[in-house]
T-cell receptor
Framework: EDQVTQSPEALRLQEGESSSLNCSYT??????LFWYRQDPGKGPEFLFT???AGEEKEKERLKATLTKKESFLHITAPKPEDSATYLC?????????????FGRGTSLIVHP | SQTIHQWPATLVQPVGSPLSLECTVE??????LYWYRQAAGRGLQLLFY??????ISSEVPQNLSASRPQDRQFILSSKKLLLSDSGFYLC???????????FGSGTRLTVV
């Protein structure tokens, strides 16, 4: 069974204090790993897709990396507006439907 | 550009009443469509997905059903709501199965 675990569940940072969120996965035949940002009461917003180990993608203060077992979302010099829940989803190659499995998310709060 | 519309934003319904949530996508053809439910602390649970008109796959047995009467319209229904149907319902679309999803703004359903 495909499993996706995100850690920590919650993270509090001071503005400017860089950190990383982790998404570890156990799947058979990774097809893609997705990161989303979700603000309270809203739908998730797509951030990145990573397809193979060693791949990296950046967007403003966010950088996503991928290994064969986990992905990190690095947040550099965060601002209060980066506060949100960050979701990771993994898509595996078995079954044919390629429905991704979502983690439970990391709730990030950045204090000014 | 592609957009996704989901309504209503908030709904309070009595137990035993029917339900109809609608989702429409603009700016694309033959999208993959999805209905998710998000419960606090439990992450995103896939309810239904559709790869074409009239093609519906269900991931979990439940009190709900889905239909896709038109290419870009996806409807979530129930004949009689249960208390356990309360939650945050999200519609999403993707151009292909291994692409990131675009989510709607969600419907907060409270069954009383």
């Amino acid at each position: 069974e495909d499993q996706v675990t995100q850690s920590p569940e919650a993270l509090r940072l001071q503005e400017g204090e860089s950190s990383s969120l982790n998404c570890s996965y156990t799947v058979s035949g990774l097809r893609g790993l997705f990161w989303y940002r979700q603000d309270p009461g809203k739908g998730p917003e797509f951030l990145f897709t990573l397809y193979s180990a060693g791949e990296e993608k950046e967007k403003e203060r966010l950088k996503a990396t991928l290994t064969k077992k986990e992905s990190f979302l690095h947040i550099t010099a965060p601002k209060p507006e980066d506060s949100a829940t960050y979701l990771c989803a993994v898509q595996a190659g078995s079954g044919g439907s390629y429905i991704p499995t979502f983690g439970r998310g990391t709730s990030l709060i950045v204090h000014p | 550009s592609q957009t996704i519309h989901q309504w209503p934003a908030t709904l309070v319904q009595p137990v035993g009443s029917p339900l109809s949530l609608e989702c429409t996508v603009e700016g694309t053809s033959n999208p993959n469509l999805y209905w998710y439910r998000q419960a606090a602390g439990r992450g995103l649970q896939l309810l239904f997905y559709s790869v074409g008109i009239g093609q519906i796959s269900s991931e979990v047995p439940q009190n709900l059903s889905a239909s896709r009467p038109q290419d870009r319209q996806f409807i979530l229904s129930s004949k009689k709501l249960l208390l356990s149907d309360s939650g945050f319902y999200l519609c999403a679309w993707s151009v292909q199965s291994n692409y990131g999803y675009t989510f709607g703004s969600g419907t907060r359903l409270t069954v009383v």
